[in-house]
Structure formats: structure tokens, C-alpha cells
């Protein structure tokens, strides 16, 4: 079975850095797709209260047979829950929704800051309590940009572990990944792959003829040259085969520069500043 490395974060808790992702798959298709993805040997499963399906995440890794401990499991805050009380209920829900009594990691999923007038401060204070009450093994946030992360570092004690955003060779995001390992907070990439859009690109095709790889492999393989911790969703089998068929190979320092300088600064999601959340 493939061995997955670890990235060690800010407070010595360990994170696989590939796993696999849930966004947009509907429930009915879960736990086939996450079945799939832990028999194929990924042990990070990356899911949200906002994708609808954290019971059917739950329900894929009990019927696994593998221990808890050994499965990584990420969730995020609703944007209808930043009140405090609110995170905290939420919380509750997420732990019983997925059948467990801890979550590895725990995100606020958006900053939000044109909601909830722009305090995003408080509800980070929430899950600092989560944290302390050992229920998340791990805190941090999603979709945050230098600004919100400053704010945070000035107005409460813990650092968030990761930032959650989206990275693909379109979008680079290199000030903020550079905030980011200035403060030892972790960077997990979403959309990692553009929504498919960076997959015909003639820069990362070229490569990937070389590497006698698909271009999807080659962008995955990019992440985690980076040091960036990534996971693709698939509910295809052989496609969630496919993308942790990444480490028999590797890109030279040229490669990762080339496939860097394919950004455009280029979005497919919202932008953090301006969104509300709806």
C-alpha cells in the first residue's frame, strides 16, 4: 500500500499530506467514493458541514474496519454558525453526524468578513475552547487572507494550524503561502487541480509526457513539491486510484518553477473579502 508522508503542524499533531475530498459529492455517492479512497489506502478525508454528507463519511470509515486512529478526519464550521454558541452546537453536530468523539481538525471554512460584523475573532475563540477540551486535535481556518490571519494573531492565543485555500498552478497564491510558512501555519490546497481547467495546459502536458504520467498527477505531484497538503475528490475508482499513484516519481526544480509560472492569479471560487457566505 502506498506510504503517505506526514507534515508535521504548528502543534506537533500530524497530517497526512494527501487525502481525499468530498466537495460536491452528493451523499448518495459518498460512501461508495470514500470506501474506495480508504481501500485505495488514503487515510486524510476531508469533508465539510456545509457539504451535507458528513454522515455518510462517518458511515463509509466505520464500515472500514479501521480503528479511528488511523483515519485523519477534517470538517469545517457552517457559515450559518460563527455566532459562538452557534460553533459550538455545530460542533456537536459534526462529532455526531460523523459517529466519532474527536475530529483531527476543525476549520472555520470562511473568513466572512462582510457578515456578522466582520467578527470572525469570536468564533475562532470557540474553537480555541474545542481545541482545549481535546475534541479537535487541531484548529485552524479556511479561505483566510494575510489580513484576516493578522488579525487573529493579534486578538486571540492560539495560531491556527493550517489555512485551507485554493491553489492550483492558475492561482499560485505565493504571498500568502509565503505568509503562511513565515508563521509555521500549514497550507492545504483546494481545488487543487483548477476544477480541471490547468489539465490541458501545454506546459503541464509536456511534463507529464516525460513523466509517462497523466497532467493530473503531475499538478498533485506540484503540491506536495511544495510542501502544500492536497486532496482531489473523485467517485470514480480508477481516478481515485489514479491521484495516490503519485509517489513513484518526482519533478525537477525546473518542472515545479515552470508549472509555478503558469499563475494568472486566476480564481474559480468567491473571493474571501467579499464573500457573505450565501
Known sequence: MTAIPDITLNNGQRIPQLGFGVFLVEPDDTVAAVSAALEA????????????????VGEAISRSGLDRSEVYITSKLSNDAHRPDDARRAFDESLK??????????????????????DYVSTWKALEEIYRDGRARSIGV????????????GESEIIPAVDQIEVNPYLTQDELRSFCAEHQIAVEAWSPLGRGGVLGDPT????????????????????????????????????????????????????????SALNRDERTGPDPDTFDGT
Open 41 to 56: 489506502g488514503y487515510r486524510h478525508i476531508d469533508t465539510a458541514e456545509m457539504y451535507g454528507n458528513e454522515k455518510e
Open 142 to 153: 479556511s479561505n483566510f487572507q494575510p489580513r484576516h490571519l493578522r488579525r487573529l494573531h
Open 204 to 259: 503541464i502536458a509536456a511534463i507529464a509526457r516525460r513523466a509517462a504520467k497523466t497532467p493530473a498527477q503531475v499538478v498533485l505531484r506540484w503540491h506536495l513539491e511544495r510542501g502544500d497538503i492536497v486532496f482531489p475528490k473523485s467517485v470514480t475508482p480508477e481516478r481515485i486510484q489514479e491521484n495516490i499513484d503519485i509517489f513513484d516519481f518526482g519533478l525537477s526544480a525546473d518542472e515545479v518553477e515552470a508549472i
Open 97 to 118: 453526524a460523523l459517529g466519532v468523539d474527536y475530529l483531527d481538525l476543525f476549520l472555520i471554512h470562511w473568513p466572512l468578513p462582510t457578515r456578522y460584523d466582520g
